[in-house]
């Protein structure tokens, strides 16, 4: 009986990344499709929370964002789940082009064409990078740290590892010295008791037709 | 073993490589020039091809690394790598923290880190753009009759110049300017 759930959710999974081009976003209105349109196992507000989540916890966000719903729906056993039908897609499909385009590199017109496209590509990059600063929030403390990573990397090559870890840690401090992180763990504690509150009101009361765990009980 | 080495590489990545998208970029970088076990124009290839594929983008690159690296298990391994620390971070917190990107320490360290990336990003595409656009071995030879097209791919620095005019002017998904280049690339045979 799980296993046949955990096998939906693979497959469901692998639908789904099997829809997604490119970006972490993209995956987004699809898994909406299946998992909130069709299957009503999630809802649409469920999924954008882990999307954030997503962001903010190491690695890839599409892969993240399938993680946190797999276990929504079946634990540890749904992450896993999830997880391997997001990147099945991906192993099969890029296995099978990585073991021809040794050979196509041979032949000289994909030469012309990727010498041309490895250019398209550093002009992406260079749009991302636009984008994201754009998407900031713009401050100098944020120039300051895109200034000093820059050159510790290209000029110092100090690992990216590190590069990382200190700069989470500026934001930190950053935040500590603009007396911002006071206010904000207030906020934060606020909000927690709320959200606790309102999940005891909807467990005792059985109001809420989306909560999963009633779903969970039918198995 | 190189299969061990290949999952620490890439649990590595998948660790740090905060941010989405191409925010794994930097880490796959500093991979060429630890290990060497693919060269900045087959990185390029790779980005290309994983943009223009279904699934996402860092997922596909780990794969193709992997599969360059040791075949079908390097492929399996690599991908497995990246995405385990996620795995494990996650359903500590799925379990613990229903908020944690709300939780302030983590914003403010975002808030840092958010930058820091795309420097890392923004580093990256120089260091994988200068084998493109300069030939700086050619410095060495006689200054006397060095011309301007010795030092500078022109060809090279135009089509990029005029992709990325594209790319800001029409906003198409990038499978679009992927193609395109491939046909300007076989047209004037760069």
């Keep these: ?219 | 073993m190189l299969y061990l080495t290949l999952f620490l590489e890439f649990f590595k990545v998948g660790l740090f490589a905060l941010g989405g998208g191409l925010a794994a970029l930097p880490f796959l970088q500093d991979l060429i020039e630890k290990y060497g076990w693919i060269t900045a124009e087959e990185l390029l290839n790779m980005i290309a091809i994983s943009e223009s594929t279904p699934g996402a983008i860092g997922i596909n690159t780990a794969t193709f690394i992997g599969y360059n690296t040791a075949g079908l298990m390097g492929a399996i391994i690599a991908t497995i790598g990246l995405v385990f620390p996620s795995l494990i971070i996650i359903s500590i917190i799925a379990h613990y923290f229903k908020s944690f990107n709300e939780h302030p320490l983590v914003e403010s360290a975002f808030s840092g880190i958010r930058p820091a990336v795309a420097a890392l990003i923004a580093s990256a595409a120089y260091e994988l753009s200068r084998g493109e656009l300069f030939y700086p071995q050619n410095l060495t030879f006689e200054i006397n009759n060095l011309k301007f097209s010795d030092l500078l791919n022109y060809k090279a620095l135009l089509l990029l110049i005029f992709i990325f005019t594209g790319i800001r002017v029409f906003k198409k998904h990038p499978i679009f300017y992927i193609i395109a280049a491939a046909l300007i690339g076989i047209l004037f045979k760069f």
Excluded at chain 1, 202 to 214: A, G, Q, V
């Design chain 1, 1 to 219: 009986m799980i296993m046949k759930k955990l096998f939906h959710i693979f497959f469901i999974f692998f639908k789904i990344a099997s829809f997604t081009f490119g970006g972490g976003y993209a995956m987004l209105p699809i898994i909406k499709r299946e998992l909130v349109d069709n299957l009503g196992w999630v809802t649409e507000k469920d999924i954008y929370n882990y999307y954030a989540i997503g962001q903010s916890t190491p690695g890839i966000i599409a892969v993240n964002t399938a993680t946190m719903t797999g276990y929504s729906l079946k634990g540890f056993k749904g992450a896993v789940a999830a997880t391997l039908g997001f990147i099945s897609p991906s192993l099969i499909i890029i296995t099978l082009i990585a073991s021809f385009f040794k050979r196509f590199q041979e032949i000289k017109v994909f030469q012309h064409a990727f010498a041309a496209i490895q250019i398209a590509v550093v002009a992406l990059i260079i749009e991302i990078v636009i984008k994201m600063w754009q998407k900031s929030d713009k401050t100098k403390f944020s120039l300051l740290i895109f200034i000093i990573t820059f050159i510790a990397l290209s000029f110092l090559k100090i690992s990216p590892v590190y590069l990382i870890l200190f700069s989470a840690g500026m934001g930190i401090i950053i935040q500590y010295l603009r007396g911002n992180l006071k206010q904000a763990f207030k906020n934060y504690d606020s909000q927690n008791k709320n959200h606790n509150q309102l999940e005891e009101e909807m467990i005792t009361n059985k109001t809420n037709p989306n909560n999963y765990k009633n779903k969970d009980c039918d198995q």
